[in-house]
């Protein structure tokens, strides 16, 4: 007997899709309706609002994670008007239901509404986060777009089917075997940890580190904002502003779902960048990107919309700062 494969597929998106979500709800229903039995397979679709279980042992984001995000086979976002609500490490909810499940290598299929609205936008901070989050997908991706539900309808039918046939194709993926170490460390004999040579390298056993007269190891990797001393220095002034952005603000009003750790920021500032713990790390060519979105996330603080300006200097300046033509 064949065992009946069952993908999850999680719908993403502010309350302002909420019939959108509908739609594609009807849409995966029809989908089993007619497909069940020709290729043994159902999709099961879920959404925080129906599908989560209220919890109080840990941010609401981080349980919706758990119960839905992490075991999701697809992710389907949608955005029409606004980004949603800031979570503390994201922009907003989707935003990071959407990075964490790139982070996982799960599919996402991305849509954003240009569904007219004759009333006047209501947050001008959200949709202005929106069109900022809008460029860097089409940037990166293949984000779909339409100008009505029914197109919505039409369109996302024939793309789910397309992705679960590729996601029945997919062959799952082989456990890696734990290896044992070949060298247990001690305090003393062959596996311990030594300084040697001239400086410039470090030997750790028969591995060898290259660092250079500055004592620069590897996480400052060519082709990085690390390996570069003048983007080095602005981004770890965009995070210092930031930490202190952060931190000010929490003085006036709290603002996010708990207490800022500024060990944080780098992780803040880096998301989406494919950047887990530094944004020392992101490629040179998104260093502009990264750029934009670090000085409009200090803008975001409630501290810097109370001071009512940018406190914080552009790259020229940081260049000419620095005596760079």
């Known amino acids: 007997m064949k065992k009946t494969k069952t993908f999850k597929v999680?719908?993403?998106?502010?309350?302002?899709?909420?019939?959108e979500i509908i739609i594609a709800r009807e849409v995966i229903a029809e989908w089993n309706q007619k497909n069940w039995e020709e290729h043994n397979c159902g999709l099961k679709d879920q959404h925080w609002d129906t599908d989560a279980v209220p919890s109080m042992d840990a941010r609401g984001q981080a349980v919706i994670n758990r119960d839905l995000i992490d075991s999701a086979d697809l992710i389907v976002a949608i955005f029409w008007r606004r980004l949603g609500t800031p979570t503390g490490l994201h922009d907003s909810g989707t935003v990071e239901e959407i990075t964490r499940a790139q982070a996982r290598e799960i599919p996402v299929m991305l849509y954003f509404s240009d569904i007219e609205d004759t009333r006047p936008v209501q947050d001008p901070d959200q949709w202005d986060m929106l069109q900022a989050f809008r460029a860097k997908a089409l940037a990166s991706g293949l984000p779909w777009t339409f100008r009505s539900r029914d197109d919505?309808?039409?369109?996302?039918?024939?793309?789910?089917?397309?992705?679960?046939?590729?996601?029945?194709?997919?062959?799952?993926?082989?456990?890696?075997?734990?290896?044992?170490?070949?060298?247990?460390?001690?305090?003393?004999?062959?596996?311990?940890?030594q300084v040697a040579g001239d400086g410039n390298t470090m030997n750790i056993g028969s591995i060898k580190v290259p660092q250079d007269r500055r004592g620069k190891s590897a996480r400052d990797l060519?082709?990085?904002?690390?390996?570069?001393?003048?983007?080095?220095?602005?981004?770890?002034?965009l995070v210092d502003k930031y930490i202190e952005c952060r931190l000010e603000g929490e003085k006036w009003i709290r603002q996010y779902d708990r207490p800022f750790s500024p060990g944080s920021a780098h992780r803040i500032l880096g998301g989406g960048f494919g950047v887990t713990n530094s944004v020392y790390q992101i490629a040179q060519s998104r260093f502009q990107e990264w750029v934009t979105s670090a000085q409009a996330k200090i803008r975001r603080t409630v501290f810097a919309k109370n001071i009512g300006h940018d406190i914080f200097h552009s790259w020229e300046e940081h260049l000419r700062q620095r005596g760079v033509s």
Do not use: W
């Not at 999680?10 to 019939?19: K, N």
């Not at 060519?222 to 002034?237: E, F, L, N, S």
């Open 152 to 193: 919505f309808r039409k369109r996302f039918g024939g793309h789910l089917h397309k992705m679960v046939l590729a996601l029945i194709a997919r062959k799952p993926k082989a456990k890696a075997k734990k290896s044992k170490p070949s060298i247990e460390q001690t305090a003393t004999g062959s596996g311990n940890v």
């Open 222 to 237: 060519p082709g990085t904002i690390g390996a570069d001393p003048d983007m080095r220095t602005y981004a770890k002034y």
């Open 10 to 19: 999680v719908m993403c998106g502010p309350g302002d899709v909420a019939r």
